[in-house]
């Protein structure tokens, strides 16, 4: 059982910084850390983000100073290690890209957002799932791209994520509206985009609503996902309830589980049943029992 430290080379925020690593579990790395005073808001997924000034206290306090490359064959050979793909915080730099191709020109605008997107309470209502979403209207919408109104839903849809159903897409919406409007966008693109976040809400578009079913369609993709993912995904979204008790989320969540088994249909467009459908029905039913 060892922790190591690399050199501090990876800029930000002004200053450089280091990874730090177990080779063993996250419960020796998170006492470690603790142990040296290193915040826990510094933690990404697989290891702690240390600003430069912290390294030689590190080291003394007994982390093991490696090179870069070594620090990343330890965590790899640990298991623990966690795909870029996955790691919420890594993610800036193509969901700005992604912005910029919806809105361009309005760059401040998309840096709040990422902001609000990277927030340290959110697990699973992150940037992995924004950027998830993303995805999933390209999959369903190729060749095409996704109408832009479509595609800022997206992006608005958890912008305000406090765990409170209802509310916080109520206010997402609200957050649409007034940002966009002071963005320039037309009024009626507003006033859509703040209908199809107000629509995640239930997930229950009226017939002929494409664009609705198409936002709602990519929102539950992940409930499709293979089981090891789907286990990740239950795993996130307790954490981002961790303010409830055990019972109270249990009842919570069987609820939300029954109320997606109820909605008929659960997915919209013929490409969406035709890649989700099948998978979400057995996780969810796998759920409840």
């Known amino acids: 059982m060892a922790v190591y430290v690399d050199p501090p080379l990876w800029p930000a925020h002004g200053t450089v910084f280091s990874h730090l690593v177990s080779d063993t579990s996250l419960e020796e790395l998170h006492a470690f850390a603790a142990a040296a005073g290193v915040p826990e808001r510094a933690f990404d997924g697989d290891h702690y983000d240390v600003p430069e000034r912290r390294y030689a206290d590190l080291v003394a306090a007994g982390a093991i100073a490696v090179e870069a490359r070594v620090l990343v064959r330890k965590l790899i050979a640990s298991g623990l290690r966690i795909p870029a793909r996955q790691r919420s915080k890594t993610l800036t730099v193509p969901l700005l890209e992604r912005w910029n191709s919806v809105l361009p020109g309005h760059e ?53 994520y406090e765990g409170i159903a209802g509310q916080d897409e109520e206010e ?18 507003v006033a859509e985009v703040a209908r199809l976040v107000r629509l995640t809400a239930t997930h229950d578009p009226a017939p002929g609503d494409y664009a609705g079913a198409l936002l709602c369609d990519a929102d539950l993709s992940v409930l499709g996902a293979e089981p090891p993912a789907y286990a990740l995904y239950l795993a996130a979204v307790r954490e981002d309830y961790a303010h409830v008790s055990d019972a109270d989320f249990a009842a919570g969540r069987a609820a939300v589980v029954r109320r997606l088994l109820a909605l008929d249909p659960l997915f919209h467009s013929s490409r969406a049943k035709t890649l989700w459908l099948d998978a979400a029905r057995r996780n969810l039913q796998a759920e409840l029992q």
């Open 108 to 160: 401040e605008l998309g840096f709040e957002l990422l902001e609000r997107w990277g927030e340290d309470h959110r697990r699973y209502h992150s940037r992995t799932h924004l950027l998830a979403v993303l995805e999933a209207l390209d999959t369903l919408t190729d060749p095409a791209l996704p109408a832009r109104t479509v595609a800022l839903a997206a992006w608005f849809h958890d912008a305000v």
């Open 172 to 189: 997402s919406a609200v957050l649409a509206e007034r940002l966009l409007t002071e963005a320039g966008l037309p009024a009626g693109d």
